[in-house]
């Protein structure tokens, strides 16, 4: 299976210039847990993670202060729509992240992350793992 198949095509994408709370609301109100950032200034296209917006959180800077820009993971490996996701799954292992985005020429065309990656190799409606059961709420 390629990545062009499994990568979300709905992506969310920000400026440098808002802040870490407007990037958190619109990526909790899409229910993404990534943003691509376009900055033509600092070099085209970045991405913003949920990791991102906690640590700098975690680091009691103020939200409503702190810029994407600052925040912005530059070196950004790109993947392939044409990519295996063994390809994507490697990349991801090796550079410690979760998502990539999908270049299409120099277009962004989507972002896979690991849940679609796990998606696409586990269906959803599978039988539950032995000695496991559902938890109850």
């Known amino acids: 299976?390629?990545?062009?198949?499994?990568?979300?095509?709905?992506?969310?994408?920000?400026?440098?210039?808002?802040?870490?709370?407007?990037?958190?609301?619109l990526m909790s109100a899409r229910r993404v847990g990534a943003a691509i950032v376009l900055d033509p200034d600092a070099g085209g296209i970045?991405?913003?993670?949920?990791?991102?917006i906690l640590n700098s959180v975690g680091l009691g800077q103020n939200p409503d202060t702190e810029h994407t820009h600052a925040h912005t993971t530059g070196n950004v490996?790109?993947?392939?729509?044409?990519?295996?996701?063994?390809?994507?799954?490697?990349?991801?292992?090796?550079?410690?992240?979760?998502?990539?985005?999908?270049?299409?020429?120099?277009?962004?065309?989507?972002?896979?992350?690991?849940r679609d990656i796990?998606?696409?190799?586990?269906?959803?409606r599978q039988q539950p793992v032995l000695g496991l059961s559902p938890i109850q709420v």
């Open 1 to 25: 299976m390629l990545v062009r198949d499994a990568m979300s095509t709905v992506v969310l994408t920000i400026g440098p210039a808002h802040t870490l709370r407007q990037a958190a609301a």
């Open 46 to 52: 970045g991405i913003l993670t949920e990791r991102d």
């Open 77 to 114: 490996v790109f993947a392939a729509p044409t990519w295996t996701l063994e390809e994507a799954a490697r990349a991801m292992a090796h550079g410690g992240f979760r998502h990539l985005i999908v270049l299409d020429g120099h277009d962004p065309a989507g972002i896979v992350s690991v």
């Open 118 to 124: 796990i998606r696409c190799w586990v269906p959803a």
